[in-house]
């Protein structure tokens, strides 16, 4: 079956950073996205990624190894803004539409 | 940036009746999504839609769900008849390419339905 698994918080101080980690099992991978989600919002895309490595996009760094079927979402010099659920999302071989399995979302609280 | 509107923000009817939930997605997109978010579950997916067809649905998507676009108008989610385990919120997406090329999609803040 699809699998897609996250923890449900984690908490971090304002000004150090922040690790989201992300597990997967798919039939087969093509992509996994990022998105933030605030409480009663539209979930916003942050990142995608499809290929092993980390991908910088300065606030946001996102790192990916296909063969652990594992990802991270890095948040650094955090702001309590940044404070919101962040969903991992993979999309499968088998999907041609961008048919994502998420996960249930990790709740990040930053705190002064 | 882009915005994907959704009517109604909620809605709460009685088991058995029709409800249908409306999407304005982003006007130059052609890829079109459901999705059903029970509360604190994950996001799962319902259905696509492009160029006037379902392409793909999950086996969420029941008899009871259908889905159209008529004339370039709304994109809605019909449900008739409803179901105690159809509540839920049902979040609308739209991408301008498929959205695995990206991973783009552009998502509507929800629709709650509550099924009594």
């Known amino acids: 079956g699809q699998g897609v698994e996250q923890p449900d918080n984690l908490m971090s101080v304002e000004g150090t950073f922040a690790r989201v980690n992300c597990t997967y099992s798919t039939s087969g991978f093509n992509g996994l996205s990022w998105y933030q989600q605030r409480e009663g919002h539209a979930p916003v895309f942050l990142s995608y990624?499809?290929?092993?490595g980390l991908k910088d996009s300065g606030h946001f760094s996102t790192f990916l190894s296909r063969s652990n079927g594992y990802s991270y979402l890095l948040l650094t010099e955090l702001q309590i803004k940044d404070s919101a659920s962040y969903l991992c999302?993979?999309?499968?071989?088998?999907?041609?539409?961008?048919?994502?399995?998420f996960g249930a979302g990790t709740q990040l609280i930053v705190i002064p | 940036g882009p915005k994907v509107l959704q009517i109604p923000s909620h809605q709460i009817i009685d088991m058995g009746q029709m409800v249908t939930l409306n999407c304005d997605p982003v006007s130059n997109h052609l890829y079109f999504y459901w999705y059903k978010q029970i509360l604190g579950q994950q996001m799962e997916f319902l259905v696509n839609f492009y160029n006037g067809k379902v392409m793909e649905k999950s086996k969420l998507f029941k008899d009871q769900f259908s889905v159209e676009r008529p004339d370039g108008s709304y994109f809605t989610l019909k449900i008739q008849p409803t179901a105690l385990e159809d509540s839920a919120v049902y979040f609308c997406?739209?991408?301008?390419?498929?959205?695995?090329?990206?991973?783009?999609?552009?998502f509507g803040e929800g629709s709650k339905l509550t099924v009594l």
């Open positions: 997406a739209s991408s301008l390419w498929t959205g695995g090329t990206t991973g783009q999609l552009y």
């Open positions: 990624v499809v290929l092993d």
């Open positions: 999302a993979v999309r499968d071989r088998g999907s041609a539409l961008g048919r994502l399995h």
